[in-house]
């Protein structure tokens, strides 16, 4: 079955390019100054611009006001907000409210009991991303090139709409796919040569080997 792929944390219009060139269905843009992926929304307004029907543009945020994401509405249009922080069930349904979009909501997880937290967001988050708890004292919530035990996710109900994130690269996402089939991929660390430099050359990889597991890109 197709899944979709989220290429995250683009910063570059090459990089933006190699996205959609290898068929990204979603292209993701980070707001968050500790990440090494972080763009302004001015920056992020004339990336995504290429992006426009091709694939759905993704702005990440975490525990942004709303203040950054009037900027961020303003600047770029996003097709869809992620929330990356610790955003309740109702500031979910707020953001959906004001700015009309679906809203993705991330979770960290390391073992089953994890998804528990899903709960009072289901029926209200457009989507979930799954990504690993980050390490002890690690600065960023997500894009930490770890990965989780992805048979813990053999437990949620079939349609859960969710991406899969958290250490994903073209050596172990046919792993992944088998293990956990889920229906949309994100990869961010994984497809870089270094923190927040996207590499063409592995973003073409990592496509390659999701073709090769039999779950060609929904693009």
């Given at each position: 079955?197709?899944v979709?792929?989220?290429i ?7 990089a933006?390019?190699?996205?959609l060139g290898?068929?990204a ?7 968050f ?5 972080n763009?302004?929304p001015?920056?992020?307004?004339g ?22 994401l ?14 990356h ?15 009309r979009?679906p ?14 937290a ?11 991303l799954?990504?690993?708890k ?10 930490n ?15 859960t ?6 250490g ?19 990869v ?14 592995r973003i ?16």
């Amino acid at each position: 079955m197709p899944v979709d792929i989220k290429i995250c944390g683009l910063k570059t219009p090459e990089a933006v390019a190699a996205a959609l060139g290898a068929g990204a269905s979603h292209v993701g843009f980070i707001f968050f100054p500790k990440s090494p992926r972080n763009v302004s929304p001015a920056d992020a307004g004339g990336l995504r611009a290429a992006a426009t029907g091709r694939a759905q543009a993704v702005a990440v945020t975490v525990d942004a006001q709303d203040a950054l994401l009037d900027e961020i509405f303003a600047a770029m249009r996003p097709d869809a907000f992620q929330l990356h922080g610790a955003e309740s069930p109702e500031r979910v349904a707020a953001v959906k409210a004001r700015y009309r979009r679906p809203v993705y909501k991330a979770f960290a997880v390391r073992e089953a009991a994890d998804l528990a937290a899903i709960g009072p967001y289901a029926g209200v988050a457009d989507r979930f991303l799954f990504d690993a708890k980050p390490p002890r004292r690690a600065p960023l919530p997500g894009g930490n090139g770890v990965a989780f035990d992805w048979s813990v996710l053999s437990g949620l109900p079939a349609a859960t709409e969710y991406f899969l994130s958290g250490g994903l690269n073209a050596g172990n996402v046919g792993e992944a796919l088998r293990i956990a089939r889920p229906p949309a991929l994100d990869v961010s660390s994984g497809v870089e040569s270094a923190p927040g430099v996207k590499d063409a050359a592995r973003i073409a990889a990592f496509f390659r080997a999701v073709a090769a597991a039999g779950a060609p890109s929904s693009a």
